[in-house]
């Protein structure tokens, strides 16, 4: 019998053929690191879903003994940790919606009151070093964002740094908000700076990282993306949900999309009409 159910899976998990080892166990959550290098994280419901997680019922993982180097594999619809059986048969898939864009400027005054409102000293550390980032893509400043990006890649306490917890929130903004005409080029002018300083940083928070460069993010985040793109605004229930992820990352993620927000309102949008004349 299976020690647990798998209720739910994040878009990019993979159960059958998967080998791998436990990285890291905590009270609510296991991150397992692949043969192919990425990582699954297998949470309970009290976490929103992540593009690579499995969602389990019946058991938290601070039960079932698991350590680091303890081996993981998935065969038939089953997943064994450790000494435990999870059985993922019957989980239902989670998949976020296409990405909501708006060609206007995403208003960013009512989401930067409530987070500033909440953030606290997090805000204020993070923003000037996020201003300097918003400002160097603006300008299409190759070198001041390679300078920029360094200095929020592994910066701050945390298993995800509040430097990247932030890169994570403005790659949130640039892959589901604003036109692509003006986001695609951002991207990879973030993304080239970025590449090569996933080093620096944790293993968990490189994961993450490179989700966001290939436009993968957790729920919560996509869902206030998401509000934002459809109507420019969002209730602090919204903003609650993406606070509540870890001490700290989802208010520095929080202070990313706002940065996000604010390069999009720097930058004029791409007129087709215009282009085509």
Known sequence: MPDAVVVSAGPLARIDGMRGMVHAAFPSSAYVETSDGSM?????ASHGHTPTSLIVDGARPATWGGAPGDAVAGRLGYLRFGTILL???QARGWRPRPATRRDAPVPVGPLTQIVRG???DAFEHLEPDCRRLAAALAAGDAAATAASTRALVGSGPGLTPSGDDALVGVLAV???????AVTV???ELLGASMVPLLGRTTAISAHYLRLALAGHFGEHLTNLIDGLGADGNVGPELVARVRSAGATSGTDALVGVI???RLLCSIPSTDP???MA
Do not use: F, M, Q, Y
């Open 259 to 261: 940065t996000g927000l």
């Open 87 to 89: 059985d993922a048969r």
């Open 273 to 275: 009409v215009k282009e």
């Open 185 to 187: 080029g951002l991207r």
């Open 40 to 44: 699954l994280v297998i949470h309970d």
């Open 174 to 180: 640039l892959h589901r908000a604003g036109p692509s």
């Open 118 to 120: 909440t953030a606290g």
